[in-house]
DNA sequence: CTAAACTTTCAAAAATTATTGAAAATTAAA
DNA sequence: TTTAATTTTCAATAATTTTTGAAAGTTTAG
């Protein structure tokens, strides 16, 4: 296959997995084709290969930004803003990881732990829920600590320490 | 605060947690609706207390039976067919998490090792293309296996174990 | 059988989400 | 300054996803 038809495909593949994933299509093709790229990035080579307007560029740029997963970056002799996205995947996976914990995960968790401790029935039927809200929380938790633990683990962390422990 | 806001608000909660996570509102909200009632309930009682329509009804219902974290139960005298899900939140984030992995992850590492295998140029430029997707190859497996190891173990694991070896 | 109870389907409508593109704002060069 | 280059904004539009509801299909009771 040609290196630019893989590409292509890549991009392809990052988007349509990031639809699944509750992430916009397009603001993962960006940075799909950002991580693909050599050099730096334009809006408008980013327009022109994605074929989308310069707005959705700079909206899913600035998201993406946003996210700590791509940086503006400049270029000599020019005066425009070019976008590189880093190319370290463990650092991509630790920076998504981080900000989609803050985002969706603790909010979460405050609002089950509210819910538990705001119904102060006490019949048969409150203190199943309660202890529904409790096991909730307590896998969403855990889920958090691990993914917290990932994030502050350094690079081998994920591939020998975590490995080693299930091959057990 | 009333046992059965408490349970309208998990309801709401849930429902919008899904959606950044890619999941239809509504089939979440069918689901915390089913975690949270003592009694199976009927197609008729979802309709009534989300004030959705019958054929959505039916739609979601049969996605949570396909995803297998809800299933068909019958009532004793009654024709129509009454539905519940499972209360063990453990199995419920197995269960979730095998379907994901299945439809989303595994899809995903088979594209990025034949991308990888399929470009045979050897350029600079190619190299760190098959570099790269070697690299997001080898984070995904490696997050697909810690996943396999939670699906296969016990209820203790993800909190005892797994907690244990974090704290270090 | 037949009819009533119930479930499923799916085209059309509604709701939501994403994208465009042109105007406004900003920045930097002349 | 002024002007040209560039970025940002956002109302309008388009695309996508979800929901409805009535008709078709299925099941069971009589």
Redesign the pocket.
């Known amino acids: 296959m040609e290196l630019e038809a893989a590409k292509l495909k890549y991009i392809q593949t990052w988007g349509s997995l990031a639809?699944s994933w509750g992430i916009?299509?397009?603001?993962a093709q960006v940075h799909a084709l950002l991580l693909v790229s050599i050099e730096p990035l334009?809006?408008?080579d980013i327009m022109d290969t994605l074929?989308?307007?310069?707005?959705?560029?700079?909206?899913?740029?600035?998201a993406l930004i946003d996210w700590g997963i791509v940086r503006k970056e400049f270029v000599v002799g020019?005066?425009?803003?070019f976008f590189v996205a880093d190319k370290d995947i463990w650092e991509l996976f630790k920076q998504v990881t981080k900000e989609r914990k803050k985002r969706e995960i603790e909010p979460v968790i405050k609002v089950l732990e509210e819910l538990q401790n705001d119904v102060k029935e006490e019949s048969e039927e409150a203190e199943q829920f309660k202890k529904l809200m409790q096991d909730l929380s307590s896998v969403t938790s855990t889920v958090n600590n691990i993914l917290d633990k990932a994030i502050k683990a350094d690079e081998h962390w994920l591939l020998s320490s975590f490995t080693k422990m299930i091959k057990k």
């Open positions: 639809t916009n299509k397009t603001m334009s809006a408008e074929k989308i307007s310069r707005g959705n560029v700079n909206m899913n740029v600035r020019e005066r425009k803003e």
